[in-house]
């Protein structure tokens, strides 16, 4: 088969890693048959410099003409001036907003090759294998008023954290279903005891629950969850929250699988039936300290991309054999410097990528 996809590569490590995801993809293709056409877009800094707009109409209009979108990264330093009128992070909020892409999917599971990579204790550690599912178009990200002003009594600013019934009920029955296909558990992270949108939230995550009768719904105030998931992140199977707690706990849960350059994720919008139009992108983030210098680690991008051959091309063997390839490398020691042991060799980005490719003509 025959598919278009739109490469965002974007700033920072973006471009080097989405270069690794993109040479993986065409060898997925030609392991299986298929075509993947990659035509790339501009979005976040780069595309400030070049034209003004961080999410300019063409790379809109490219998105929404494939069949998904895989991203890099946004920001950098260059960029960071507070008083900026624009900045990389709004083209890629605009590009979620705009294909309407509400649910973010963060999966966080530890390969057993990278136990001793992650700072946390290894008896911590066992058994991790959980699911934020991260509301990514309401909350303080969006809702109006947002803006800054002064006046006689000085500066002051103004973000509105707001979430409607319909917001809050599509993101819990996103969870729902995903738990009903794995341990049948949901962690529904909100602060209840302060915030008006949480106990709305609560109140629709009671409703949501009883067209779910297998599945166990569990409510965990934000500030509790933030420290369970150090201390015994194994009770988790699929947590669903609002947009900035998901933002926040998905860094933290990040450290429990080694290293930030581990985790993929996915958002998707409604529509599309089996496959939805989603935007694939690392976690990681444009990571400006290590730009550059080809020692990025590719495997969160090359993930990002088995999950969009999952979810968004309906290639779940083609998926699982990108997986594999994941797996294997890192069982036959390939580690870029996040995750190498002190003194061990490591791999540049490139290299890694190649590590992959070359199992996955493997596993054929
Ligand atoms: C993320 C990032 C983004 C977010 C930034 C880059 C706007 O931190 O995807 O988690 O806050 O959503
Ligand atoms: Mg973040």
């Known amino acids: 088969m025959n598919f278009r996809i ?37 979005i976040g800094g780069g595309a400030i410099d070049d034209g003004g707009d961080p999410f300019p109409p063409e790379s809109l209009e490219l998105c929404r003409g494939s069949a998904a979108v895989l991203l890099g990264a946004v920001g950098g330093p260059k960029w960071d001036d507070p008083q900026a009128d624009v900045r990389p992070e709004d083209g890629l909020l605009a590009l979620r907003k705009s294909l309407q892409l509400f649910a973010n999917l963060r999966p966080v599971k530890l390969h057993p090759a990278l136990i001793d990579a992650s700072p946390v204790k290894l008896e911590v550690l066992e058994g991790v294998d959980l699911v934020v599912v991260r509301e990514l178009t309401g909350g303080l990200y969006f809702a ?30 996103t969870a729902f279903r995903l738990a009903m296909t794995r341990r049948r558990r949901v962690t529904s992270v909100d602060k209840a005891n302060v915030l008006e949108t949480s106990r709305l939230w609560r109140e629709l995550a009671d409703e949501v629950a009883e067209d779910y009768g297998d599945v166990v719904l569990e409510h965990m105030l934000v500030d509790n969850a933030a420290m369970q998931l150090v201390r015994s992140p194994s009770q988790f199977d699929v947590i669903v929250t609002e947009n900035t707690f998901g933002d926040i706990l998905t860094d933290e849960a990040a450290v429990l699988s080694g290293s930030m350059g581990m985790l993929p994720s996915a958002s998707l919008g409604e529509g599309g039936g089996d496959t939805p139009l989603g935007l ?34 309906g290639l779940g063997r083609e998926a699982e054999a990108l997986e594999d390839a994941v797996a294997r490398t890192l069982e036959d020691g390939c580690r870029t410097a996040d995750i190498a042991r002190p003194g061990e060799t490591s791999l540049s980005t490139d290299a890694m990528g190649d590590a992959v490719v070359s199992r996955i003509s493997d596993s054929r």
């Not at 490590?13 to 075509?35: R, S």
């Not at 979430?163 to 009920?169: F, K, L």
């Not at 694939?280 to 999950?307: F, T």
């Open 6 to 42: 739109a490469a965002l590569p974007g700033d920072g490590v973006g471009p080097e890693v989405t270069a690794q995801a993109v040479k993986a993809l065409h060898n997925v293709g030609e392991c299986f048959g298929h075509t993947f056409e990659v035509q790339r877009g501009a």
């Open 144 to 173: 109006e008023p947002k803006k800054r002003w002064a006046d006689a009594d000085g500066r002051a600013a103004v973000d509105t954290l707001a979430y409607t019934e319909a917001e809050i009920r599509r993101i819990l029955h």
């Open 280 to 313: 694939y992108e690392p976690i990681h983030g444009s990571a400006p300290d290590i730009a550059g210098k080809g020692i990025a680690n590719p495997l969160a991008a090359i993930l990002s991309a088995a999950m969009m051959l999952r979810l968004s091309l």
